[in-house]
């Protein structure tokens, strides 16, 4: 498997928008996933195949958005309303299927991009 590849992290200020995307892989449930230090990776967002399902963590639900181009195979995840809570490495993740109920459960993903950080400053 050809890892995947999250690119836009960076720094900004608390109230700040932000967007990261990563290489989707077509047909496969795509979701985000994040890491703070110190503290287990977790689940953030997940799409369907299609891109007509959707599903959040509650610690973003409102604020996050996930959506996919699967033209341009790519997953994207705009940040608005960000909160220094949200600071960690953001990894992007392929679900073992196109969609499933477990979409927040890590073990059912697959493939995983190495990460980008994501700062931000109150």
């Known amino acids: 498997q050809v890892p995947l590849e999250e690119s836009g992290g960076g720094s900004v200020q608390a109230g700040d928008s932000l967007s990261v995307s990563c290489t989707a892989t077509t047909n496969y449930m795509m979701g985000w996933f994040r890491q703070a230090p110190g503290k287990e990776r977790e689940f953030v967002a997940a799409v369907g195949w299609d891109g007509k399902t959707r599903y959040y963590a509650d610690a973003v639900k409102g604020r996050f958005t996930i959506s996919r181009d699967n033209a341009r195979d790519l997953v994207y995840l705009q940040m608005n309303s960000l909160k220094p809570e949200d600071t960690a490495v953001y990894y992007c993740?392929?679900?073992?299927?196109?969609?499933?109920?477990?979409?927040?459960?890590?073990?059912?993903?697959?493939?995983w991009g190495q990460g980008t950080r994501v700062t931000v400053s109150s």
């Open positions: 993740a392929t679900h073992r299927y196109s969609h499933s109920e477990y979409y927040s459960d890590i073990s059912m993903y697959r493939n």
